[in-house]
């Protein structure tokens, strides 16, 4: 950061506004603020810390008090800061909390604190400020954020005001810390601490969740341990091979028993056999009578069927001669439409005929028509020129009737603009007298909403008034009750004190509370007595009561303070208001809005006489080439007008060759179109009905031959039909039919004959089947006795059982084995990964221990790496040091702990070579603490921007501390301060010892007057 200009107004003894442009040191990387105490000195760096961080450079300084005595009420304090921070340049104004004269009425008003950061050229035009923040807080995390400092940091190395000046060489180890931590940037190796903790937890998490998956695996196994696990599985696999010796031997004695069972079963299946067949031979015997029956059904139908085909004959034969007499009546009734329709046809052909002279004299006309068809074309031109002639002459005409028009609207409006702009000049007269209305009322409204949030906190802070007066009413009454109940214990404790004594007292011996050795009246027990426990208690509880008490009336005090102080900003503001503290809100802020619509139509009024001026110039001149256009117009209208007149002469000419009622093309034509149409409906009406003749003397023909062929083929059927009766008939007697009924009765469908044959021929096979059925079973049967199966059965499932009870056994051996095996290799697997886990914890623990500083010395991984850059620090401040001291001192960092709980690490030491030995800063002078403090603050400046990613320190003030040097350590520590010109950063030094002021060419002079300090640059 590199400052460009400040600028303070009404800060600290600068009464007016003070410029202090940095641009006039020109090349000078080195200069001096110097000046009378008091003068002022000091107050650039504040204002330089006040406009960045609301803070001075002293804690002890508040930003509100830095308001400067030697200014008017009516001036502003401000501060306005620019400066440089790398390719940027920013700008921030702040404003302290001050007491500013009201807008009105009389008296003063508190304005709250105020910033605004901005940075040139961003977001808008070249060389324009673009705000970045606005508000206290946010300008100052702002700052922050750019600068990479708080403003505590700021103070330790950049701005090195009185009395802060010493606090880096100084510093606490953890202080120290946090400010190198600043300066650096040192997260990752942060990050890299907090990774290894992270693994190491996970490792450690891992190995927990090993160690439990262990425990799970061996709770499942309900063993203990390997061990016994696997000792469990031999047993196991050794009782197997026991058990499939014995399972061996029951299969055996299954199979045994089962083909006995199966021997008997076969018996008893033999004989059931013979059984069953001689039923079934049985039952088919008793159906022969009615199979008998069947047969004889069957031999009528076969009878029949041979008839079937004479019979469908017969019946077709009737059908087809139906058929032909209906032909045949049909056929009659058409050749009688037939011949009526030839008659006709042959009159309508004979009245077509008779319309010839028609024709003729239609073809005369249309021959006529044409011709003068010709004399309508040249007719209709002579009409079209005389029209077009005519339409130029309108449309000219309407030209003219526009452009006078448009003259006349010109004229119009050009008196409405000036009438308007007079109109708005009058009101954009009144923008200020508008503007400073608003303005007015827009600060009554919100001193009017001031007030009312200070009457809702006045409300708020009476209730508070009231809880802690009635509070201390009751903390009142409590004392009052403790410190009577403790009164009460200690009279009861004294008493029984007095009894005590008097009982040990001895007649004749001397009272050891009185001396007296006479004992006329001693005390007696009267009651119960309070012993001292009672008495601490008691006083316990009135101590308890008394701070109550004083809480509580601290508690009104401060309640009371804030009822007074609210009470008097409500009648302040009230008073200064008026009647506008009894006005409503809501009225105000509609007179705002009211206020502001007006202020903003007399500005909208400024813009628009503008305008209006503009549109009346444009007016006039449109004006004059609306009359320029008329002239040309009105020489065109009367070009059209002769050559319209003489079109329409033309047209006159040829009409008079033309009949009236036939001047029209569209006339003719549809004429000739219409005599066209009546002669082709003549000739095609002719036509059709010589076809039509034709066509009927045609459709008779064969109407006639079709009656006389049906006729014929009607007769031929019938004899046929007679025949084939006679040889049906016939037939059904030679079959032993007597009649018709009896020939359909007998009629059976084909495949119900064939379902009889097939039902007639399956019961004679099943007969002879089940004949041989019972023959084979009874000589398979005979001799053998029936077997007793039940008693096979039950012996065969003693056996089985035997054998399931075996076969479960090795299953259950079998699957516990599996299962020992798989609990086994799992265990077998998670203890290799625990083994490879735990080895993993051991090496990130360690690590993760390490780098948090659980260490000998303390030092954590992001505290080394510091000490690192610190040793850095203080090999470079060490360089300039020696110089400054003689080779006498150097700065080095001891890793020693301070501190038995402390972190060590970032402690600094002096070294002092006159004695060979190491010693605490604190030990130093004045004057060689300054220069160990500078050395330091310079070593800290040339590393941090040695390191990439640091914070670029280019500009550092040094306030004081000269004068506690000697001439000789003087020249020292200027040669230092000269050499840091080189590396290009700007220096500034404030002191007023004389010997610098000869030393140091460029100067900001600071002179005290009567009416507030001035500040100038002096170079050279």
């Known amino acids: 950061m590199k400052p460009i200009k400040i600028i303070v107004t009404a800060f600290g003894p600068y009464a007016g506004t003070q410029v202090v442009d940095f641009n006039e040191l020109g090349g000078h990387s080195l200069f001096l603020v110097h000046g009378p105490t ?28 830095m308001r400067s005595h030697h200014c008017s009420l009516g001036e502003e304090t401000k501060v306005v800061f620019e400066f440089a921070l790398g390719d940027g340049v920013y700008k921030v104004e702040r404003w302290p909390e001050q007491e500013r004269p009201r807008q009105r009425g009389q008296g003063t008003r508190v304005q709250p604190a105020a910033a605004t950061l901005y940075q040139k050229g961003v977001s808008c035009q070249d060389g324009e400020w673009a705000v970045l923040a606005s508000g206290v807080n946010a300008v100052n995390e702002k700052v922050e954020s750019l600068l990479g400092f708080t403003a505590a940091e700021f103070r330790q190395v950049v701005v090195l005001p009185q009395g802060e000046f010493r606090k880096l060489l100084t510093a606490s180890s953890r202080e120290r810390q946090d ?37 799970l695996i061996l709770q499942a196994a309900e063993a203990r341990d390997a061990q016994e696990l696997e000792a469990r599985r031999h047993r196991s696999e050794m009782e197997l091979k026991e058990v499939a010796e014995a399972l061996g031997k029951a299969a055996e004695e299954v199979k045994r028993r089962q083909l006995v069972l199966n021997e008997a079963q076969k018996v ?25 029956a069947a047969k004889r059904e069957l031999e009528q139908a076969r009878r029949a069927a041979a008839l079937v085909d004479l019979e469908e004959a017969v019946l077709s034969r009737r059908k ?18 037939a011949r009526e329709k030839k008659q006709s046809a042959d009159q309508a052909l004979k009245s077509h005929l008779e319309q010839e002279p028609e024709r003729e004299d239609l073809r005369q006309k249309l021959g006529w028509l044409r011709d003068l068809l010709e004399k309508i074309e040249l007719l209709q031109n002579a009409r079209q020129a005389e029209n077009q002639a005519f339409a130029v002459l309108k449309k000219a005409e309407v030209r003219w009737d526009q452009v006078q028009k448009k003259v006349a609207d010109i004229e119009t409006r050009r008196e409405e603009v000036m009438k308007a702009r007079l109109a708005a000049l009058e009101v954009a007269a009144e923008a200020g007298a508008r503007e400073k209305q608003y303005r007015d009322w827009e600060e009554n409204l919100q001193r009017r909403q001031r007030l009312e949030e200070l009457r809702q906190e006045l409300s708020s802070v009476q209730e508070s008034y009231q809880t802690a007066e009635l509070a201390l009413s009751q903390a009142q009454e409590g004392l009052n009750r403790a410190r009577g109940r403790y009164k009460e214990v200690q009279d009861s404790w004294v008493r029984a004190q007095a009894v005590v004594l008097a009982n ?11 001396g007296s050795v006479e004992h006329p009246a001693p005390a007696q027990a009267a009651g119960e007595f309070q012993g001292e426990d009672a008495l601490r208690a008691a006083e316990r509880e009135w101590q308890r009561a008394e701070t109550g008490f004083q809480r509580a009336l601290k508690e009104f005090n401060s309640s009371s303070a804030q009822k007074n102080t609210a009470e008097n900003r409500v009648r302040d503001l009230e008073a200064e208001l008026g009647n506008v503290a009894k006005t409503d809100i809501q009225r105000l802020q509609a007179r705002v809005v009211e206020a502001r619509r007006l202020w903003q ?86 036509e059709n009905a010589r076809k039509d003749a034709e066509e009927a003397g045609r459709a008779a023909a064969r109407a006639e031959a079709m009656l006389q062929g049906l006729t014929n083929e009607l007769e031929r059927t019938d004899t046929r039909l007679r025949e084939e009766e006679t040889r049906f008939y016939s037939r059904l007697q030679e079959n032993g039919f007597p009649d018709l009924h009896s020939y359909h009765h007998a009629r059976k469908a084909l495949e119900e004959i064939a379902e009889m044959e097939q039902a007639v021929s399956q019961f004679e096979r099943a007969l002879h089947t089940a004949k041989e059925r019972y023959e084979r079973a009874r000589r398979a049967a005979e001799g053998l006795p029936p077997p007793d199966l039940p008693a096979l059965a039950a012996e065969l499932e003693i056996a089985r059982n035997r054998w399931e009870q075996l076969e479960t056994k090795k299953i259950e051996l079998e699957n516990g084995i599996r299962a020992d095996q798989k609990w086994l290799k799992a265990l077998l697997k998670v203890d290799e990964k625990l083994e490879k886990a735990e080895a993993e914890y051991g090496v990130l623990g360690r690590l993760a221990d390490v780098a948090s500083g659980k260490n000998s010395l303390g030092l954590s991984f992001r505290r080394f790496v510091l000490g ?4 850095d620090v203080a090999l470079a401040a060490s360089e300039r040091l020696k110089v400054m001291s003689r080779g006498r001192y150097q700065l080095r960092r001891t890793v020693e702990r301070t501190r038995a709980r402390g972190a060590a690490g970032l402690d600094l030491v002096i070294f002092d070579a006159y004695t060979g030995l190491e010693r605490s800063a604190a ?28 914070i670029r320190l280019d500009t550092i003030f040094v306030d004081e501390g000269f004068g506690s040097l000697d001439p000789e350590t003087l020249d020292l520590a200027m040669d230092a301060l000269i050499d840091l010109q080189l590396s290009g950063r700007l220096v500034g030094i404030i002191s007023h010892v004389p010997e610098l002021k000869e030393r140091i060419p460029a100067r900001l002079e600071i002179r005290p007057t009567e009416k507030g300090s001035t500040a100038r640059f002096v170079v050279g």
Request: aromatic share 4%.
């Open 38 to 65: 008091g003068a002022g000195k000091t107050t650039v760096l504040d204002a330089i810390c006040f406009a960045l961080y609301g803070e001075t450079t002293s804690t002890g300084r508040d930003g509100k008090n």
């Open 179 to 215: 400010i190198l931590q600043t300066l650096f940037h040192i997260d990752n190796y942060g990050r890299i601490e907090e990774a290894l903790r992270e693994s190491a937890a996970e490792a450690k998490k891992q190995v927990e969740k090993l160690s439990q998956q262990r425990s």
């Open 268 to 292: 008893e299946e033999k004989i059931k056999e013979k059984e069953e067949a001689e039923t079934a031979w049985i039952q088919l015997e008793s159906q022969r009578a009615q199979m008998e």
């Open 320 to 337: 087809e001669a139906a058929r032909l007499k209906q032909a045949v009546e049909k056929s009659d009734r058409e050749l009688k439409t």
């Open 504 to 514: 040990q007292l001895v007649p004749g011996r001397p009272c050891p509370v009185c």
């Open 601 to 686: 139509e007399a500005l909208k009024a400024s813009r628009d006489a503008g305008s209006l001026a503009s549109e009346l110039q444009e007016l006039e001149r449109q004006a004059g080439q609306a009359k320029e256009e008329a002239s040309r117009i009105e020489k065109e209208v009367k070009d059209a007008q002769a050559k319209w007149e003489t079109a329409r002469a033309v047209r006159e000419e040829r009409e008079a060759g033309v009949p009236p009622e036939l001047r029209e093309k569209p006339v003719i034509e549809a004429e000739i179109r219409s005599v066209q149409t009546r002669l082709k409906s003549l000739n095609d009406a002719l």
């Open 868 to 871: 690192a850059l610190l040793d």
């Open 923 to 950: 030990t130093l002078s004045g004057g060689e603490s300054f220069l160990a403090a500078l050395s330091l603050a310079l070593g800290l400046a040339d590393v941090v921007e040695s390191y990439a990613g640091g």
